[in-house]
């Protein structure tokens, strides 16, 4: 089975960081992915990691460790347009992708 | 490049009815994965198609099922639907190359509303 864990909901101040944290326990790993969705629109990808470490791109950066069964979404200087949920999801080793519940993050001024 | 496609966007059926959802793939990829998403919950896996057979099924009964067709091109299929059911379907395309994890790219959805 899959269990994929994360919060449901943060709120962050434009300009702060804000770390979006997610466990998983999975039958079968390929890697982790990070989605972000803005209410009412499709998912757009992020982020991928299978290797354990940090991948960092521009103001977002994703942490695995696979010993761990851990993941975490950096952002960087918050901007208002970051506001949306941000999903975190394990695929297996047949490429199917399991979501966990997302989490809303609200950006206040 | 076209991306990938869903129809139609907005649905209402009533209980008991069947309902087909199609998706046209991103061009080159030759994987389509459907998706659940319930309102305030992430997307929840279906299934997964990949030249024209099923690889791969979530947690859902047999009501729900699934075609490809040879150009990747996919449908969704539920019968007898259920007040439950109503929720934004997703499609994503991806290639499947050797074992290795690919990006999945989203559709827009279709949003079902079982009354």
């Known amino acids: 089975g899959q269990n994929i864990d994360q919060p449901t909901e943060m709120t962050a101040t434009e300009g702060a960081i804000v770390q979006i944290n997610c466990t998983y326990q999975?039958?079968?790993?390929?890697?982790l992915f990070w989605y972000q969705q803005h209410a009412g629109e499709a998912p757009t990808f992020l982020s991928y990691n299978v290797l354990d470490g940090l991948e960092e791109k521009g103001r977002f950066s994703s942490f695995l460790s696979r010993s761990k069964g851990y993941s975490y979404l950096l952002l960087k200087e918050l901007q208002m347009k970051d506001s949306a949920s941000y999903l975190c999801a394990v695929i297996n080793g047949a490429n199917n992708l399991f979501f966990g519940t997302g989490t809303r993050l609200t950006v206040i001024p | 490049e076209t991306g990938v496609t869903q129809s139609p966007t907005h649905l209402i059926k009533t209980r008991g009815q069947q309902v087909t959802l199609r998706c046209s793939s991103q061009?080159?990829?030759?994987?389509v994965s459907w998706y659940q998403q319930a309102l305030g919950q992430g997307p929840q896996f279906i299934f997964q198609y990949y030249r024209e057979e099923e690889n791969g099924r979530g947690n859902f009964p047999p009501r729900f099922s699934g075609l490809q067709f040879p150009n990747y091109s996919s449908e969704l299929n539920v019968n007898a639907l259920e007040l439950d059911d109503s929720a934004l379907y997703l499609c994503?395309?991806?290639?499947?190359?050797?074992?290795?994890?690919?990006?999945?790219?989203f559709g827009p959805g279709t949003r079902l509303t079982v009354l």
């Open positions: 061009s080159g990829h030759n994987t």
């Open positions: 999975t039958s079968g790993f390929n890697g």
């Open positions: 994503a395309s991806s290639t499947s190359s050797g074992g290795a994890a690919n990006e999945q790219f």
